[in-house]
């Protein structure tokens, strides 16, 4: 049977592709293909009818240009669950910090959301808002290259360095570009992120945001790679600085304020709190972590290399994502910050993604290394699968949503130690690789014997620990009901 998640892995998710470009019936397999890689299989039954495709002596796969094998497209449609009614979108209006926001996924500020006519191009493709690549007074000179990629067995992008600083146009050009989205898009949500260099920059530049029109003032306190003192996370982890900072951006507007916090220290809350103390409105976090990603093996340089150096830079992407949700919680749980709106980032790829910090906590989202690898148009996969997960199960609204996992987190001394669950094996659906007993037998409890080739409990041995369910290949392993430990 085919896996669907893995085959619409392997897409290349090509550029006007030609799978869609060749359908005689005008159906869109490359975004049905797209659509499952992103966990909606929903959305992809929209895109092509599995029973055309069943018929059809598919040019689809004729005209697909991967290197290896041709994406089995009939085969993922037919299976789809059945066509159903699009979800309705307006589940999706929410409002963040008194901003009537269309739907909660924003650009976060970075390259991705550079120009007015990147930033437009998102907006009109259905993102809810932008937040504008940092502006301030300083000019920076980037270098080349700027970017590296940490990858897994032939998997990219699973984390991504960048020594990127703030925005290297003249900031009249930027303020110039604020204004005129906010001019051409008036129901779309507009965030300028700002950094100074001392309190008169920070506090003239929220002064000339508000001037531009524009919603929100993010502070971004956390750029990893920011050089010079007084910038960047040499802000975010001082929470002196952070306060000083605050205090004169309030001076300079009277426009909600987000404070940007950095993930590069224990802990969030002692800056997030000066932060709103001193006259923040809400939170955003996380920004990059400080990171040195590889080093080249043959030039013994780490990367990226510019001219024979590196330096460190923010990691960003997927990776991130378990220590954005931990910061998220944090933030969230905290009695001096438990009604501060928090605005989410750090490895948002799929609407799943999203919903995890929501039910964290967060009132909105931000995404942009999921941007850098399939572009904007994943706004379509991101809408479809979260306003159809709310009809599903009832939720009228983001705010429905929100914080609803946080009463399931509770310290490890309050967890439950006298039960435990078994590993569940089925023998049918096991292909007989013998990953789980390879990783049990040398990195677990030896709970795992052999018989006709295919992997059985030895219940006195186990633990329950479930590393094998976690390495298994095509997912042959469930769990038992819980039991007390014997």
Same mark, same amino acid.
């Given at each position: 049977?085919?896996?669907?998640?893995?085959?619409?892995?392997?897409?290349?998710?090509?550029? $006007?592709?030609?799978?869609?470009?060749?359908?005689?019936?005008?159906?869109?397999? /490359?975004?049905?293909?797209?659509?499952?890689?992103?966990?909606?299989?929903?959305?992809?039954?929209?895109?092509?009818?599995?029973?055309?495709? $069943?018929?059809?002596?598919?040019?689809?796969?004729?005209?697909?240009?991967?290197?290896?094998?041709?994406?089995?497209?009939?085969?993922?449609?037919?299976?789809?669950?059945?066509?159903?009614? /699009?979800?309705?979108?307006?589940?999706?209006?929410?409002?963040?910090?008194?901003?009537?926001?269309?739907?909660?996924?924003?650009?976060?500020?970075?390259?991705?959301?550079?120009?007015?006519?990147?930033?437009?191009?998102?907006?009109?493709?259905?993102?809810?808002?932008?937040?504008?690549?940092?502006?301030?007074?300083?000019?920076?000179?980037?270098?080349?290259?700027?970017?590296?990629?940490?990858?897994?067995?032939?998997?990219?992008?699973?984390?991504?360095?960048?020594?990127?600083?703030?925005?290297?146009?003249?900031?009249?050009?930027?303020?110039?570009?604020?204004?005129?989205?906010?001019?051409?898009?008036?129901?779309?949500?507009?965030?300028?992120?700002?950094?100074?260099?001392? $309190?008169?920059?920070?506090?003239?530049?929220?002064?000339?945001?508000? =001037?531009?029109?524009?919603?929100?003032?993010?502070?971004?306190?956390?750029?990893?790679?920011?050089?010079?003192?007084?910038?960047?996370?040499?802000?975010?982890?001082?929470?002196?600085?952070?306060?000083?900072?605050?205090?004169?951006?309030?001076?300079?507007?009277?426009?909600?304020?987000?404070?940007?916090?950095?993930?590069?220290?224990?802990?969030?809350?002692?800056? /997030?709190?000066?932060?709103?103390?001193?006259?923040?409105?809400?939170?955003?976090?996380?920004?990059?972590?400080?990171?040195?990603?590889?080093?080249?093996?043959?030039?013994?340089?780490?990367?990226?290399?510019? /001219?024979?150096?590196?330096?460190?830079?923010?990691?960003?992407?997927?990776?991130?994502?378990?220590?954005?949700?931990?910061?998220?919680?944090?933030?969230?749980?905290?009695?001096?910050?438990?009604?501060?709106?928090?605005?989410?980032?750090?490895?948002? =790829?799929?609407?799943?993604?999203?919903? =995890?910090?929501?039910?964290?906590?967060?009132?909105?989202?931000?995404?942009?290394?999921?941007?850098?690898?399939?572009?904007?148009?994943?706004?379509?996969?991101?809408?479809?699968?979260?306003?159809?997960?709310?009809?599903?199960?009832?939720?009228?609204?983001?705010?429905?949503?929100?914080?609803?996992?946080?009463?399931?987190?509770?310290?490890?001394?309050?967890?439950?130690?006298?039960?435990?669950?078994?590993?569940?094996?089925?023998?049918?659906?096991?292909?007989?690789?013998?990953?789980?007993?390879?990783?049990?037998?040398?990195?677990?409890?030896?709970?795992?014997?052999?018989? =006709?080739?295919?992997?059985?409990?030895?219940?006195?041995?186990?633990?329950?620990?479930?590393?094998?369910?976690?390495?298994?290949?095509?997912?042959?392993?469930?769990?038992?009901?819980?039991?007390?430990?014997?």
């Amino acid at each position: 049977m085919l896996n669907l998640s893995c085959e619409a892995g392997r897409c290349l998710l090509c550029y $006007e592709a030609a799978c869609t470009a060749c359908c005689p019936k005008g159906f869109d397999p /490359a975004g049905m293909v797209r659509a499952v890689r992103f966990n909606d299989d929903k959305r992809g039954s929209q895109l092509v009818d599995n029973k055309a495709c $069943e018929k059809c002596d598919a040019p689809c796969e004729k005209a697909c240009i991967h290197y290896d094998m041709p994406i089995r497209i009939r085969e993922m449609a037919r299976a789809l669950p059945e066509k159903a009614k /699009a979800p309705d979108k307006e589940l999706l209006k929410t409002e963040f910090m008194g901003v009537k926001c269309e739907n909660p996924f924003f650009l976060s500020s970075s390259v991705i959301a550079g120009n007015y006519e990147m930033c437009a191009k998102a907006l009109k493709m259905g993102w809810g808002g932008i937040v504008y690549k940092t502006i301030g007074f300083l000019i920076p000179d980037e270098v080349s290259p700027r970017f590296d990629a940490v990858t897994k067995e032939g998997i990219p992008f699973i984390g991504f360095k960048n020594l990127e600083q703030i925005s290297d146009h003249p900031l009249n050009e930027n303020l110039t570009a604020l204004k005129r989205l906010k001019e051409d898009f008036p129901t779309k949500v507009i965030v300028a992120s700002i950094m100074g260099q001392n $309190e008169e920059e920070w506090e003239e530049l929220a002064r000339l945001c508000e =001037e531009a029109g524009v919603d929100i003032i993010e502070c971004n306190f956390s750029c990893p790679q920011m050089c010079g003192d007084g910038l960047g996370s040499d802000v975010g982890v001082n929470p002196e600085l952070v306060a000083k900072y605050t205090a004169a951006v309030r001076r300079g507007t009277k426009l909600p304020v987000l404070a940007k916090m950095t993930p590069n220290l224990a802990n969030m809350e002692p800056p /997030a709190i000066a932060a709103i103390n001193a006259g923040a409105d809400g939170l955003a976090a996380i920004n990059t972590i400080k990171s040195i990603t590889a080093v080249d093996l043959d030039s013994i340089v780490p990367l990226p290399a510019v /001219a024979g150096k590196s330096a460190i830079g923010g990691y960003s992407g997927k990776a991130v994502k378990p220590v954005a949700l931990r910061f998220i919680h944090d933030l969230a749980v905290c009695d001096e910050l438990k009604d501060a709106p928090i605005s989410g980032m750090g490895g948002i =790829e799929t609407w799943q993604d999203a919903l =995890e910090f929501i039910l964290l906590g967060c009132g909105n989202v931000q995404v942009t290394t999921s941007v850098m690898q399939y572009g904007y148009r994943i706004i379509d996969d991101l809408i479809y699968g979260l306003s159809s997960f709310m009809e599903e199960k009832g939720f009228s609204s983001i705010e429905d949503m929100r914080g609803g996992a946080l009463p399931y987190m509770v310290s490890a001394d309050d967890l439950d130690r006298k039960t435990l669950q078994y590993p569940k094996f089925d023998r049918e659906k096991c292909i007989g690789c013998k990953r789980c007993y390879v990783s049990c037998e040398d990195a677990g409890h030896q709970a795992i014997g052999i018989r =006709e080739g295919k992997p059985t409990l030895i219940a006195n041995n186990c633990v329950g620990c479930h590393l094998c369910r976690l390495v298994c290949p095509i997912s042959a392993i469930g769990v038992l009901n819980r039991v007390n430990k014997p």
